[in-house]
């Protein structure tokens, strides 16, 4: 296969950083089971989730590998985590030269990076938290069960003791 060259595939143990925040992102992981975290820190040590990834999905400091800067945000395992570790540069080749390969990665930022982005955007502007959470456990059930609840209520751009309230109102547990 074209890609099987520039992949590996690799475990890492809950709580492994693949990307330090301040390092160039040489590699894009394609996630086969477990979780990843992305996040940012501040000078004071509080983290804030920029988006959380679970299996079937690309994990990367994107703009990182595209301009050949330093990370603005860390990527973490939150589980251990299966990945299929891919080299950006050697993709992008790849994605140049082969159709097929070009197709599916136009299809995938479209969908992940510029479908999905616009919706939370408008979503965290427009909607009450306890609608966006809803829609988060509509689409990931389990999230809750896997991924630590402060990264979750970062990710909805609410504080936890805000999340506790909408789970127990909600009477998720």
């Given amino acids: 296969m074209l890609i099987d060259p520039i992949t590996e595939l690799i475990q890492v143990d809950k709580n492994q950083v693949l990307l330090p925040m301040g390092a160039v992102a040489h590699s894009i992981y394609y996630i086969y089971k477990g979780a990843v975290i992305a996040f940012y820190s501040d000078a004071k040590g509080g983290t804030y989730s920029k988006n ?31 990945l299929l570790k891919i080299d950006f540069l050697n993709y992008k080749q790849l994605v140049f030269e082969n159709e097929q390969w070009k197709n599916y ?3 995938y930022l479209e969908k992940n990076w510029v479908i999905e982005k616009e919706e939370r955007e408008v ?38 003791t805000q999340l506790s309230r909408i789970r127990k109102k909600n009477k998720v547990i």
């Fill in 105 to 107: 990665y136009i299809a």
């Fill in 52 to 82: 959380i990834f679970l299996e079937n999905q690309l994990a990367a400091s994107t703009v990182s590998s595209l301009l050949r800067e330093p990370s603005e945000f860390t990527l973490q395992a939150i589980e251990d985590t299966v």
């Fill in 123 to 160: 979503s965290i502007v427009m909607e009450q938290a306890s609608i966006r959470y809803r829609k988060l456990l509509a689409q990931y059930p389990d999230i809750h069960l896997r991924v630590p609840l402060h990264y979750i209520a970062s990710n909805l751009g609410i504080t936890p």
